[in-house]
C-alpha cells in the first residue's frame, strides 16, 4: 500500500457512490480493503437496494437521494446506468464540495462527459473513468474487492483537467488494484464499442435468434447448449437496462464498428459457401492468436472451464 492510503492517514474523508450494483459495491468493498476513505455513503432509489448496501457495510449510509449523500464527500463516483448521469448531475451540481473530485464507471465516456461536465461547478473536478471489469451478476450482492485486480481502468481527462486531481484519482485505482490508461472519450468509446459493446450485441442477438428457431424447441436450445452458446449466455445475463443506455449513447461507434464486422461476416460466408478452407483456417488461426494474446496480458486464464468450476463448488456445498 502506498504511504498515506492507511486508515490512519486516507486519501478521501468521504466517499459517495451513487449507484451500489455491481461496480459502486466493488469499489466500496476494494476501498475498504485498501483503506482509502474514512467513510462511505452512497444512494439507491430503492429501499431494497440501501437497506442491503448498509447491511453488507458497504455504506454507513445509503440515502434515497445523491444530494444527500454528496454533501461533504471529497469523491463523487457516479455508479449507475449512463442514461442517468444527467439529471443525477443537474440535481448534485449545486451540492458539491468544494476540490471534490467526481468520476464515473460508464462505459460509453463522450455520454459521460457531455451530460455530467456542464454540471459541474468550478473547483471541483470532474474526470471521466471506466473500470473495465465486471460479470453478469448485478445489485449490491454482487460485489468482491478482488474485482478491479489487474485489471485495466481507463479515465478520460478533459484538457483543462487539474493535474494533481487526475494524480490522485488515477491512485485511487491503482490502489483499488487496477491498472490506469489516459486517452481521449472519443478513442475509449471506439475501442470500447468492438472489444465490449457490439460484442455484446452479437450475444444478445444470437441467444434470442436460438430461441425462436420454430424447429428447435427451448428445451433443446438449453439441454445441449455447447460451450460456445454457454458462453453467449452468460454475456446475454448482463444487466439489460445498462446495456441499453450503452448502445443508445454509443451509436456513432457502435454502428461503425457493426458495418465492419458485417463485411467481415460477409467474407466469411462467401469462404464457407464456395470450399475456400485456406482463408477460414488463417481467418481461425488469427482469431486464435488475439486469444493467446489476452492470455499472456494476464487478462484472462489459459485454464478450460466450460461451467465445470461452478458445478464443483455446488457439489462442494451439497
Not at 48 to 54: D, I, L, S, V
Not at 86 to 93: R, S, V, Y
Not at 195 to 205: D, F
Not at 303 to 312: S, Y
Request: hydrophobic share 45%.
Amino acid at each position: 500500500m502506498a504511504p498515506g492510503n492507511s486508515e490512519n492517514n486516507p486519501m478521501f474523508k468521504r466517499m459517495a457512490l451513487i449507484g451500489i450494483g455491481l461496480i459502486g459495491s466493488s469499489i466500496s468493498h476494494a476501498a475498504r480493503r485498501a483503506g482509502l476513505v474514512s467513510e462511505i455513503v452512497c444512494s439507491s432509489l430503492t429501499a431494497e437496494e440501501r437497506e442491503r448496501a448498509e447491511k453488507l457495510g458497504l455504506a454507513t449510509k445509503a440515502y434515497p437521494d445523491p444530494i444527500d449523500a454528496v454533501k461533504g464527500a471529497d469523491i463523487v463516483i457516479l455508479c449507475t446506468p449512463v442514461g442517468a448521469f444527467q439529471e443525477i448531475a443537474e440535481a448534485i451540481g449545486p451540492h458539491l464540495e468544494r476540490g471534490a473530485i467526481v468520476s464515473d464507471v460508464g462505459s460509453v465516456k463522450g455520454a459521460a462527459v457531455r451530460d455530467i461536465a456542464p454540471h459541474i461547478p468550478d473547483g471541483v473536478h470532474f474526470i471521466a473513468g471506466h473500470p473495465i471489469a465486471g460479470t453478469e451478476q448485478s445489485g449490491p450482492d454482487a460485489g468482491f474487492a478482488e474485482l478491479f485486480d489487474g485489471r485495466w481502468c481507463i479515465l478520460t481527462p478533459g484538457p483543462d483537467a487539474d493535474p494533481k486531481a487526475l494524480a490522485k484519482l488515477e491512485e485511487f485505482w491503482r490502489q483499488l488494484g487496477s491498472n490506469v490508461e489516459l486517452m481521449t472519450p472519443e478513442h475509449h468509446d471506439l475501442v470500447l464499442a468492438i472489444t465490449s459493446h457490439v460484442p455484446h450485441l452479437i450475444a444478445y442477438n444470437i441467444v434470442n435468434t436460438a430461441a425462436h428457431l420454430e424447429r428447435v424447441t427451448d428445451s433443446e436450445v438449453i439441454k445441449f447448449s455447447a460451450a460456445g452458446f454457454r458462453d453467449f449466455t452468460r454475456i446475454a445475463a448482463s444487466d439489460p437496462v445498462m446495456w441499453r443506455d450503452v448502445f443508445l449513447n454509443n451509436k456513432e461507434a457502435v454502428l461503425e464498428m457493426l458495418g465492419r464486422f458485417s463485411e467481415d461476416l460477409v467474407a466469411l460466408q462467401r469462404a464457407i459457401r464456395f470450399g475456400d478452407g485456406s482463408t477460414l483456417e488463417r481467418t481461425f488461426a488469427d482469431a486464435r492468436a488475439i486469444r493467446r494474446g489476452i492470455i499472456q496480458a494476464g487478462q484472462d486464464t489459459a485454464q478450460p472451464d466450460f461451467g465445470r468450476g461452478a458445478a464443483r463448488a455446488r457439489k462442494g456445498s451439497d
